[in-house]
T-cell receptor, first 116, second 113 residues
Framework: AQTVTQSQPEMSVQEAETVTLSCTYD???????LFWYKQPPSRQMILVIR??????QNATENRFSVNFQKAAKSFSLKISDSQLGDTAMYFC?????????????FGTGTSLTVIP | DAGVIQSPRHEVTEMGQEVTLRCKPI?????LFWYRQTMMRGLELLIY????????DSGMPEDRFSAKMPNASFSTLKIQPSEPRDSAVYFC???????????FGSGTQLSVL
């Protein structure tokens, strides 16, 4: 079974500072995808960043980057130069299409507050 | 593209009533998912379709829930009869293929009184 664990229910960061959100997962698959989704108070789920497990290079999207450690099954999200608009719930997600038929597994989320 | 469109955005109903949630996926996307989000259980996959065919409905809580996808541009999730414990945010999402990148609608906040 695939599981995704986010051990930080809540975090806060000062505006313009850097924050790292943690995520670990458990799988026996070798090929899979990992994601970070953002859910602001508007409720919309927004894809932040995506990592393909067979790529060693960590994905980056502007101020967002990941630290993907495949052997450790760890997938943390780093937000640089935090902005007030980054305040949201952040969900880590896992998907292994070759085994789980396109089903996504989500963590329980981390609530991030950016403090002015 | 307008993205995944869900309606209604909010639904308030009384216990025992039938509720129908609607979803229009992104044009060209072959996969459509229905999720339920609650504080207690987080995001749960209810059912997903591939090319309008239900592939996995193991997450549907009970027979009161049913989902259909009569064509590539429309899906419904129906609860009949509704119960207070069905109160949650229901999301529809679509994806182009099996390489991930799930696109969510804005969700329907359902309150069953």
């Amino acid at each position: 079974a695939q599981t995704v664990t986010q051990s930080q229910p809540e975090m806060s960061v000062q505006e313009a500072e850097t924050v790292t959100l943690s995520c670990t997962y458990d799988t026996s698959e070798n090929n899979y995808y990992l994601f970070w989704y953002k859910q602001p108070p508007s409720r919309q789920m927004i894809l932040v960043i995506r990592q393909e497990a067979y790529k060693q290079q960590n994905a980056t999207e502007n101020r967002f980057s990941v630290n993907f450690q495949k052997a450790a099954k760890s997938f943390s999200l780093k937000i640089s130069d935090s902005q007030l608009g980054d305040t949201a719930m952040y969900f880590c997600a896992f998907m292994a299409p070759w085994n789980t038929g396109n089903q996504f597994y989500f963590g329980t989320g981390t609530s991030l507050t950016v403090i002015p | 593209d307008a993205g995944v469109i869900q309606s209604p955005r909010h639904e308030v109903t009384e216990m025992g009533q039938e509720v129908t949630l609607r979803c229009k996926p992104i044009s060209g996307h072959d996969y459509l998912f229905w999720y339920r989000q609650t504080m207690m259980r987080g995001l749960e996959l209810l059912i997903y379709f591939n090319n309008n065919v239900p592939i996995d409905d193991s997450g549907m809580p009970e027979d009161r829930f049913s989902a259909k996808m009569p064509n590539a541009s429309f899906s419904t999730l129906k609860i009949q009869p509704s119960e207070p414990r069905d109160s949650a945010v229901y999301f529809c999402a679509s994806s182009l293929d099996t390489r991930g990148k799930l696109f969510f609608g804005s969700g329907t906040q359902l309150s069953v009184l």
